[in-house]
């Protein structure tokens, strides 16, 4: 399985279509695409975030899969569902969709509308998106960046988004412990997978630390593309300093793909690849570690190492976090100056960290995690 990665430090469209029209040549996208007549490009729009702010996929990026799709004689679907409860409208307008729907022949697809597909895997019953069944294929243009609770997000994580907007949530309720919702990604990564043409992931700035949107972005300077995302997901972790082992639902995305880690070509000058100093928050592991630990130690080492979601004074009090919160663990009423948490009901899924659109809820440790948590 070849994972095609290149060097490119700006958002230039000519230099970005280039690249990608090689990567397409060589992974033989254009020869699968040939019967297919329409596609749905599958971007990460996590929320209402401007392009410079690294959360969501570039516009740039989107443009050059467009023409190169357009030039191919292609009818174009750009369409997600974005997390929380975030207007869709304030969503296209600030990643630059509007503009592209402006400027293009495309159709955007707003997934929390025009049904749902029941899809029923071993362990989990999916609703997904019609539209990802409609299109006759998927081309999934992912945003390279660590994660706050999953450790790391690209191309396997953004299929994650075929599921219609607030219905994301109750996967985190059912399913609150990170073991069980990495099950949870790479089912529905089983269930999608051999839908998707190829994938993109968009590296050329990234986030750092606190993501998928409260993180620092980063120069990264790289563009890869694979038919497989689980394979390009393993060496893009991998450049960042994760060992696969640390990444489950990344190995179970493999089982899927039928790839051993040794079956991945990547370029001879990118195998050795590894990015200086990534600052990672790393709380994914510690609830692992203390998941197989006896209830005592769990009770003290809980004391000692313990996280849960605040705010800083940057709440604007728009009610996007409460509306998103899975279990119904926040309240937010006239006078207050940002929501209140119960913490006896919060299950630490971090959606509400996720989902604001001003970067208000960050998250806060005790001196051990933070210690821990580089
Ligand atoms: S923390 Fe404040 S600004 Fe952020 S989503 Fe919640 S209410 Fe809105
Ligand atoms: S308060 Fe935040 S972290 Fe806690 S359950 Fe609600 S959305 Fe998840």
Request: proline share 5%; hydrophobic share 40%.
């Amino acid at each position: 399985m070849k994972v095609c990665i290149e060097s490119i430090s700006q958002y230039r469209l000519e230099d970005i279509k280039k690249i990608l029209a090689r990567s397409f040549e060589e992974l033989g996208v254009f020869n699968a695409l040939a019967t297919a007549h329409t596609l749905l490009i599958k971007p990460n729009l996590l929320g209402a975030h401007h392009p410079d702010k690294a959360i969501t996929t570039h516009p740039v990026v989107l443009e050059a899969v467009i023409q190169l799709m357009l030039d191919a004689g292609k009818d174009v679907w750009v369409g997600d569902s974005p997390g929380g409860s975030t207007p869709v409208k304030a969503v296209w307008h600030a990643t630059g969709i509007d503009d592209l729907a402006q400027r293009y022949p495309v159709r955007v697809c707003n997934f929390s509308e025009g049904g749902v597909e029941e899809v029923i895997t071993e362990s989990n019953h999916f609703s997904l998106s019609s539209y990802a069944y409609q299109a006759d294929a998927i081309i999934n243009v992912a945003k390279y960046k660590t994660h706050s609770l999953m450790l790391y997000t690209g191309a396997v994580k953004n299929l994650y988004g075929l599921v219609p907007g607030l219905k994301k949530a109750d996967y985190h309720r059912q399913k609150p412990k990170p073991e069980e919702f990495a099950h949870v990604i790479s089912e529905l990564y089983g269930a999608i997978h051999s839908r998707v043409v190829v994938n993109v992931l968009d590296g050329i700035w990234g986030m750092e630390g606190e993501g998928p949107s409260a993180g620092e972005p980063r120069n990264f300077g790289v563009l890869m593309a694979s038919s497989s995302a689980s394979a390009l997901d393993w060496v893009a972790a991998r450049m960042l300093g994760f060992k696969p082992s640390q990444l489950s639902y990344l190995q179970q995305a493999m089982m899927h793909d039928g790839i051993l880690p040794e079956n991945i070509e990547i370029p001879m000058a990118w195998k050795e690849k590894k990015f200086k100093k990534v600052k990672i928050r790393r709380i994914g592991f510690f609830i692992k570690v203390l998941a197989y630990s006896p209830a005592f130690v769990k009770s003290i080492f809980r004391r000692m190492y313990d996280y849960w979601p605040d705010f800083n004074d940057q709440c604007k009090k728009c009610g996007i976090c409460v509306k998103s919160c899975p279990v119904g663990a926040m309240t937010l009423t006239p006078g207050m100056k940002h929501p209140r948490i119960d913490h006896d009901k919060c299950i630490k899924c971090m959606c509400c960290h996720e989902v604001c659109p001003y970067q208000a809820v960050y998250i806060k440790k005790t001196f051990l995690a933070k210690f821990l948590v580089k």
